[in-house]
């Protein structure tokens, strides 16, 4: 049976030129008008997303506005740095890197992420590497509990179901990381005058896929509207050079290389904006189901999960709780 | 209802009900209902496991297995039984509110 014009196979397709230049007459409102500041602050991952909003601010404002910062870690890819000098060569807007390793030793980050893991992998060591797990939701209908994957120094890897108390303190540790990150480009931005762009994608502010006051904080949030596939779309039409366009997305905060798939969604982010867009739009599951390439039964598990993450996320949005609104300000 | 369910609906309404005013039947979905983030799947999990000194294996965190008070009992009851340990069982129990 074919699909109904509703989920036609481009259902996430968009003018690529006019939504680059909405967005970039947003960024200048925002920016000047709005916030009243003279350019933009944009961290750098060597990612996609984070490409795509440094190409758009220096559209908005000129290269020389925004300020390109690369914070990388002990844990970092060497890609990441490489690939982030790409985006601020490309755009030739200035960049700056502050290696953030010693602020996080100093802070206890990686010895604290250690002692956590070490309470269900007991040899865990400096030279072993570690990342955080789901489940596959393609390769069975398991629960989405995380799971530690660790890799010894000979090369021996071992899968671990993390204790509650465990999942925390490693999440409390690692978040350091980007609450640090985000210092760092605060401390920029209020030299300069400038603001911090943020670079989430819809999945990730839709699904809280970011660190309340680590990386999710931010003064404007460009991309956010936009599903994967549609930051895609607008890095090829932006020039983004096509090695980043061709990279996993990945957390970068683990030693052992993590998907986002494998930590956060459980599906192929194609897949997963696709469920996302037919969930917004009232689209059933059996019609998605042959778009999405997959079962009915599990695009309603896609449907009830991105509901629970949903209710799950919903503080990370939050501003702070007030007993009285204050309307003064 | 019997004593597993019980003790679920106890350890549920006083972990994450705390202030809900909804209530949560025996076969509400923990999912649908949005009862559990990541943290509170986990702590079911090791709750369950201290309680009745079983250990679930990979291939049964499912939702199948875990994902009401209902199944999650069914589930206990047959792992208990397998290992001979069967609990004592009770007739009824009322449903959890918030502020248990």
Redesign the interface.
């Known amino acids: 049976m074919n699909a109904s014009p509703a989920v036609s196979p481009d259902i996430l397709r968009i003018d690529a030129a006019s939504e680059a230049e909405r967005i970039a007459a947003s960024i200048r409102d925002l920016v000047f008008n709005k916030l009243r500041r003279k350019g933009a602050v944009v961290g750098v991952s060597g990612g996609v997303d984070s490409a795509v909003v440094a190409f758009l601010c220096a559209r908005a404002l000129g290269p020389e506005r925004v300020l390109v910062l690369f914070t990388p870690e002990a844990d970092s890819s060497s890609d990441s740095l490489r690939l982030g000098k790409m985006v601020a060569g490309s755009i030739g807007a200035p960049s700056l890197l502050e290696d953030i390793t010693p602020i996080l030793q100093a802070a206890g980050c990686y010895e604290r992420r250690d002692a956590a893991i070490r309470q269900v992998v007991p040899e865990f060591g400096p030279r072993h590497k570690c990342k955080m797990v789901l489940?596959d939701l393609l390769s069975?209908?398991?629960?989405?509990?995380?799971?530690m994957v660790v890799q010894s120094p000979n090369g021996k890897t071992k899968q671990v179901?993390?204790?509650?108390e465990a999942?925390?303190g490693v999440l409390a540790a690692t978040n350091l990381k980007q609450r640090t990150r985000k210092l760092v480009e605060y401390y920029y931005a209020d030299l300069k005058h400038y603001v911090v762009a943020g670079t989430p994608n819809r999945l990730e502010y839709d699904q809280g896929f970011f660190v309340r006051y680590g990386d999710g904080a931010a003064d404007l949030k460009p991309i956010a509207h936009l599903y994967k596939s549609q930051v895609y779309q607008l890095a090829a039409y932006l020039g983004v050079p096509q090695e980043i366009q061709n990279r996993v997305p990945t957390t970068d905060t683990y030693s052992l290389e993590q998907s986002q798939e494998e930590f956060y969604f459980s599906l192929p982010l194609e897949k997963m904006d696709l469920c996302l867009y037919g969930k917004n739009k009232g689209i059933a599951a059996s019609e998605l189901a042959p778009l999405v390439g997959l079962p009915e039964r599990q695009v309603e598990?896609v449907y009830?999960?991105i509901?629970?993450k949903r209710?799950?996320?919903r503080y990370l949005h939050m501003a702070p709780g007030l007993v009285e609104p204050i309307p003064e300000v | 209802m019997c004593l597993i369910e019980q003790e679920l609906h106890s350890f549920i309404g006083e972990n994450y009900l705390l202030a809900r005013e909804d209530s949560l039947n025996s076969n509400d979905?923990f999912?649908?209902k949005?009862i559990?983030?990541?943290?509170?799947?986990?702590?079911l999990?090791?709750f369950v496991e201290h309680k009745y000194n079983i250990e679930l294996e990979?291939?049964e965190?499912?939702?199948?297995n875990?994902?009401s008070i209902a199944s999650l009992a069914r589930f206990l009851q047959r792992k208990l039984d397998a290992q001979n340990a069967i609990p004592e069982m009770s007739v009824t129990a009322p449903s959890v509110r918030s502020g248990l």
Request: charged fraction near 20%; proline fraction near 9%; charge should be negative.
């Open positions: 489940p069975g209908n398991r629960y989405p509990i995380y799971f179901r993390l204790t509650a999942y925390l598990r009830s999960l509901d629970a209710n799950a996320t | 979905s999912l649908e949005g559990f983030d990541s943290t509170g799947i986990l702590e999990v090791s990979p291939d965190l499912v939702p199948e875990l994902d």
